[in-house]
Each structure stands twice: as C-alpha cells, then as structure tokens.
C-alpha cells in the first residue's frame, strides 16, 4: 500500500469491501509497506479503512517474506492484505516482488487461519483480461482446497478462505452491502470450475523464484 496516495478511488473501494464485511467479524489489515511510511500515515490508514495495522516493517527485496508474513498467519481475526500490486501466482525474486504476495503465501494464510477469511487488493491484472486472470487465480485458489470471490471493478480484489460456511456468507455480505450487481462477483469452490454470480494450519513460507516467465517480474 503507498500512502501517498490514501483517500483515492481505490481506497474508497478498499473502505466499501470492508465495511459490507464488517458483520463477519473484526479485521486486521496487513499493509505490506515497501517504503518507510511515518506513524501518523499509519494512523491515518488505520481510521481511513477502520481496522488494526498487523504490522509496519517494510517488505523489501531480500527479506525473510516469511517473518513478513507471520503476523497475518498468526492474526485470529479476519486479515486484509494490501499489497502495492496484487496478487502473483509465481514466486519471483525480480524487483517488483515486494509489491506482490505470492500465490503459495495466499494459500498459507489462510490455510493457518480456517476458521477466518482473507481479502486482498489484486491490481497485478492486464488491461482487457482481468476476469480471465482473476479465474485463473480463483482455480490456483481452489486447487489448493480453499474458496474465493473475485471483485471485478477498476479495482479488484480476491477473497479466499478454508470454510466454505465462512466465504458463502462473506459474499451474501458483499453483495447486499455494496450493492454491487451480480456480475461483479466471480466465486470459485475447491474443486469446481469458476464463474460469475448468477444473483443482483500451513506455515508462512518464503516464496521462491519459479523463473516460468509466466508473469512479469
């Protein structure tokens, strides 16, 4: 998340999904900060989306992704992750992987929390492909045993969760409360195929470089 630009459209997005959520439960949001950010820009986000920080370290390259990711593992209430990109499937080592999280720590966040689901901004989407890209994340998702909605605005984001209870009820939330039209929503249970809405303990481990060229690094 870059601070510098807090209170834009995206972060209106951002504050809306939260709030249509809020029944679920508290929430924590784990910012994945790639720059310095001052305690009063801290404070700020935290009023803005109405949630606790889960931490303030900065993910940069070369660091121990999984000491980054400890917190949201640990996090017994619902986590959002907000990283400055989105979501890449591939671990990479390249300079743009502090502003991802990786497909293989998705699925350890909320493998470690079954009982509570995970949200997460994804803008690392091509121009005139996102449903296509957030499908295929979805099946990644679900391949690994776990459920997910996509939001497909200019800003999406994916919601992924062991309980298959939890993430029915999370989307019932999302679509009464953001008012959002049904094919907004794409949804996706482990093992079936993903589509659009037809209504109005794993540990946290570092990701490693697939070098598959499959996304841009």
């Not at 502003?99 to 909320?110: K, R, T, Y």
């Amino acid at each position: 998340m870059k601070l510098e630009f807090l209170g834009d459209s995206y972060d209106l997005v951002r504050q809306c999904l939260l709030r249509s959520l809020a029944s679920l439960g508290p929430w924590a949001t784990h910012p994945m900060f790639t720059e310095f950010v001052s305690p009063e820009m801290v404070d700020a986000y935290d009023r803005f989306l109405g949630t606790r920080v889960l931490s303030r370290e900065i993910l940069a390259r070369g660091v121990d992704r999984h000491v980054c990711f400890a917190p949201a593992c640990e996090c017994d209430d619902h986590v959002f992750l907000d990283p400055d990109t989105g979501i890449r499937l591939a671990p990479t080592e390249g300079k743009r992987a502090p502003a991802h999280v990786f497909g293989p720590e998705l699925v350890a966040v909320a493998r470690a929390r079954p009982k509570r689901s995970t949200l997460v901004f994804d803008q690392s989407l091509a121009r005139g492909a996102k449903r296509g890209q957030l499908e295929d994340k979805l099946s990644f998702l679900a391949d690994h045993g776990l459920h997910a909605i996509a939001c497909v605005s200019h800003a999406c984001f994916v919601l992924v969760g062991a309980d298959h209870s939890l993430v029915d009820r999370a989307f019932e939330d999302l679509e009464r409360e953001s008012r959002w039209p049904g094919e907004r929503f794409l949804r996706r249970s482990a093992g079936k195929k993903a589509k659009p809405s037809m209504t109005s303990g794993d540990r946290c481990s570092p990701g490693r470089s697939s070098g598959d060229g499959s996304e841009p690094v």
